[in-house]
T-cell receptor
Framework: DQQVKQNSPSLSVQEGRISILNCDYTNSMFDYFLWYKKYPAEGPTFLIS?????DKNEDGRFTVFLNKSAKHLSLHIVPSQPGDSAVYFCAASPSGTYKYIFGTGTRLKVLA | GAVVSQHPSRVICKSGTSVKIECRSL??????MFWYRQFPKQSLMLMATSNEGSKATYEQGVEKDKFLINHASLTLSTLTVTSAHPEDSSFYIC??????????????FGDGTRLSIL
């Protein structure tokens, strides 16, 4: 039972354009959501997070949107850069815990 | 800041060997650390929550006698894969949460350990 899903295994975007990565979840008890970036043979690097009391959080080129009614969150990267090419994982944390449930990841390739 | 060091980065050993993996928070204290496992092209699966000074909490289906966790200090947790077999081959990653953080805080991850059992 995959509680956090990233339905697109891969995404290619031209440099300078917007990258939109999507994530869906099923558990309404999740109240904290995060995006991590991962390069091969390295651990995930924290990008941005959002609490369930918000619907948008922005940090530089990265913006995370949360739609609680649809149980959907997305990460927008604009403008996309070749160095953004990596695997992106969304994660969700159930209320009252520090545990994370990860999605299966989306491989982003930004073309120069 | 918020650096987590994991060692070793790669281990290759014979079946039946026990392997210890260390996870250290270098510039913050972590009363809670986490151990994950990742199979190729799959998600990170939480194995257990490591609690400083007390027993680890294991996720359903994870054998606590197989994966021994010790969290003896505020900056170090260890995972020992006992009597490892080929099916234990995987990528193991630890993460840590800053104990002094208030409210929602992201976990910071180590670079993982690639374990290969022959």
């Amino acid at each position: 039972d995959q509680q956090v899903k990233q339905n697109s295994p891969s995404l290619s975007v031209q440099e300078g354009r917007i990258s939109i990565l999507n994530c869906d979840y099923t558990n309404s008890m999740f109240d904290y959501f995060l995006w991590y970036k991962k390069y091969p043979a390295e651990g995930p690097t924290f990008l941005i997070s959002i609490s369930s009391i918000k619907d948008k959080n922005e940090d530089g080129r990265f913006t995370v949107f949360l739609n609680k009614s649809a149980k959907h969150l997305s990460l927008h990267i604009v403008p996309s850069q070749p160095g953004d090419s990596a695997v992106y994982f969304c994660a969700a944390s159930p209320s009252g815990t520090y545990k994370y449930i990860f999605g299966t990841g989306t491989r982003l390739k930004v073309l120069a | 800041g918020a650096v987590v060091s994991q060692h070793p980065s790669r281990v290759i050993c014979k079946s039946g060997t026990s392997v210890k993996i260390e996870c250290r928070s270098l510039d913050f204290q972590a009363t809670t650390m986490f151990w994950y496992r990742q199979f190729p092209k799959q998600s990170l699966m939480l194995m257990a929550t490591s609690n400083e000074g007390s027993k680890a909490t294991y996720e359903q289906g994870v054998e606590k006698d197989k994966f021994l966790i010790n969290h003896a200090s505020l900056t170090l947790s260890t995972l020992t894969v006992t009597s490892a077999h080929p099916e234990d081959s995987s990528f193991y990653i630890c993460s840590a949460r800053d104990s002094k953080g208030v409210g929602d805080q992201p976990q910071h991850f180590g670079d993982g350990t690639r374990l290969s059992i022959l």
